[in-house]
């Protein structure tokens, strides 16, 4: 149990496009999703944390208006990268959880993006 | 605040002996604490939990990890190390306190040699 999706997996676009990337909790509702950012052989760096039906908190440094993330559903929430370039070319990660703070968080297998 | 610092960012050991991966972190609240396993090209994978119950706490695949308050450490075991144990882990801190944040420790590469 306990599944987190994300698609794509990987994707390649040209400078000053934008890409959104799903990612979905399989078999279970997700009240919290976050989402990382993971640059090679780095820690995880947490962007932004969304509760389903409201805004996303985002962290220091990270600009909401680039990184549009929507938590529609509680078992669906996308970012969606917009006028992608090069320097946005990362490892994106998703991860989920539900019920109190504490509690796990369940991890997709990531989006590899590239920018060319 | 919190942080968490993974003390050594590549470990080898070989196959059969004890693995340790240390990890000591700081909380201002009474923290959770976490360990996740990277295998290359796959999502992380929860390997055990800390939430205020027992210090010792078991996870899969044979790891376990002991939270000590005294030392504010959570080191990472295992009697015996195995090569599918070779991957990135992760120490991840949390507060209970809701406006603290989730910090990931910089991550430990364990090497297993045959």
């Known amino acids: 149990g306990a599944v987190v999706s994300q698609h794509p997996s990987r994707v390649i676009c040209k400078s000053g496009t934008s890409v959104k990337i799903e990612c979905r909790s399989l078999?279970?509702?997700?009240?919290?999703m976050f989402w990382y950012r993971q640059f090679p052989k780095q820690s995880l760096m947490l962007m932004a944390t969304?509760?389903?039906?409201?805004?996303?908190?985002?962290e220091q440094g990270v600009e909401k208006d680039k990184f549009l993330i929507n938590h529609a559903s509680l078992t669906l929430s996308t970012l969606t990268v917009t006028s992608a370039h090069p320097e946005d070319s990362s490892f994106y990660i998703c991860?989920?959880?539900?019920?109190?703070?504490?509690?796990?968080?369940?991890f997709g297998p990531g989006t590899r993006l590239t920018v060319l | 605040a919190q942080s968490v610092t993974q003390l050594d960012s590549h470990v080898s050991v070989s196959e059969g002996t004890p693995v340790l991966l240390r990890c000591n972190y700081s909380?201002?609240?009474?923290?959770?604490l976490f360990w996740y396993v990277q295998h290359p090209n796959k999502g992380l994978q929860l390997l055990l939990k800390?939430?205020?119950?027992?210090?010792l706490v078991k996870g899969i695949n044979g790891f376990e990890a002991e939270f000590k308050k005294s030392e504010t450490s959570f080191h990472l075991t295992k009697p015996s190390a195995h090569m599918s144990d070779a991957a990135e882990y992760f120490c991840?801190?949390?507060?209970?306190?809701?406006?603290?944040?989730?910090?990931f420790g910089k991550g430990t590469r364990l090497h297993i040699l045959p």
């Open positions: 991860s989920a959880s539900w019920g109190q703070l504490t509690d796990t968080q369940y």
């Open positions: 909380s201002s609240y009474s923290p959770s």
């Open positions: 969304s509760n389903e039906g409201s805004k996303a908190t985002y």
């Open positions: 991840v801190v949390r507060a209970t306190n809701r406006d603290d944040k989730i910090i």
């Open positions: 800390y939430t205020s119950a027992a210090t």
């Open positions: 078999d279970f509702q997700a009240t919290t």
